[in-house]
């Protein structure tokens, strides 16, 4: 049983959960990933003009905007994401390019900018981040060969090139790829290459997180708004993707 006093002060209370302790201080987080809280923590929109000053020197990535807050305030505050392995990370005066979707919250004394792959989030500079992976992360040294979707990110080395398997890209599969577009996904005939100096974060899987719209309601009973109202003959509709999230295509390439 867990209270206030035993709970730990930025580190795992399990494997799937992360204890944030605020401290009249602020902490970017991703929209859905708190499931609990203990002390006197408010959430803003990052549209809030009070913030405008903390926007300018941590958050870069206006596709994303609409995904984040701020939590601010003092107390203890428990994150998760749907049981998946959470762990906290350190950078020092460190690069990271990590999954937008894997990105739970980040202290803003990191800065926080769009990468130009697409799907994908830059943090630069000194401080603590928590992050969600499909099983535990494996660090690995490049020269590499990633499959796509077992990647979760990458440090202080440059952006990987895609890489096809010549056998596949001869072969008969290459052929309907060529005139469909379809195939290449599995991580045997397509890989990113990762080379120079850096560490490559992988999850011990090759089943990326399932994709979930940000802040939507779970079609559950007994979740609030999760059926639709008398009179009503429709469930309720999903939320838009917004730019800038992972679409279809994107996935099937592991972006």
């Given amino acids: 049983m867990w209270d206030p006093m035993t709970l730990p002060a930025d580190d795992n209370v399990n494997p799937y959960t992360f204890c944030v302790e605020l401290k009249g201080s602020q902490w970017f987080l991703q929209k859905g990933k708190m499931i609990a809280y203990y002390g006197s923590i408010e959430f803003n929109g990052l549209g809030h003009g009070r913030l405008d000053r903390l926007l300018r020197t941590s958050f ?17 505050m428990l994150l998760a994401d749907r049981a998946f392995d959470v762990n906290s990370f350190d950078l020092d005066e460190g690069n990271l390019t990590i999954r937008a979707g894997n990105l739970l919250a980040y202290q803003p004394s990191l800065a926080l900018k769009q990468s130009i792959v697409p799907g994908f ?90 994709e979930l719209a940000t802040g939507a309601t779970p079609h559950e009973a007994g979740v609030p708004g999760a059926h639709p109202g008398p009179g009503s003959g429709h469930g309720q509709q999903s939320m838009p993707r917004l730019p800038g999230q992972l679409g279809d295509l994107q996935r099937r390439f592991g972006l």
């Fill in 60 to 76: 870069h990535s206006p596709l994303h905007a609409s995904d984040w807050v701020v939590a601010e305030g003092s107390g203890k």
């Fill in 121 to 210: 989030l830059t943090l630069i500079g000194t401080g603590k981040f928590v992050a969600a992976s499909n099983g535990p992360v494996v660090f690995m040294e490049p020269p590499l060969r990633v499959d796509p979707q077992a990647l979760v990110g990458w440090a202080d080395c440059p952006s990987p090139c895609h890489h096809y398997d010549h056998g596949y890209m001869t072969g008969i599969m290459g052929g309907v790829r060529a005139l469909t577009g379809l195939g290449g996904a599995s991580g045997e005939e397509h890989q990113f290459d990762f080379t120079g100096a850096g560490t490559v974060l992988l999850q011990s899987t090759e089943q990326l997180m399932p």
